[in-house]
């Protein structure tokens, strides 16, 4: 891509890179959340055993663990954004 030294010329390859850094990241963070869930729910069967919980609780379990995971990689990824 050719560079312009003029302002809107760097405005716009600066924006480019932008959106391409934000896509980049949802892109790996819903990778990584489905790489997630699979493992999680892959080791259900023990996780409710080891809790000795019953299954309604263990999904219960389950999905405040992921909702937790959700909110800190979100947040995590918006603070590098913003500096």
Do not use: C
């Amino acid at each position: 891509m050719a560079q312009s030294n003029s302002a809107s010329g760097q405005t716009t390859l600066s924006s480019v890179k932008h959106n391409n850094t934000v896509l980049t990241i949802v892109v790996l963070g819903t990778l990584m959340g489905s790489v997630d869930v699979t493992i999680v729910l892959l080791a259900f069967p023990s996780i409710a055993e080891s809790l000795h919980a019953d299954f309604l609780t263990s999904i219960w379990i389950i999905l405040a663990y992921l909702l937790v995971i959700a909110v800190t990689t979100t947040q995590r990824a918006l603070s590098v954004l913003s500096v």
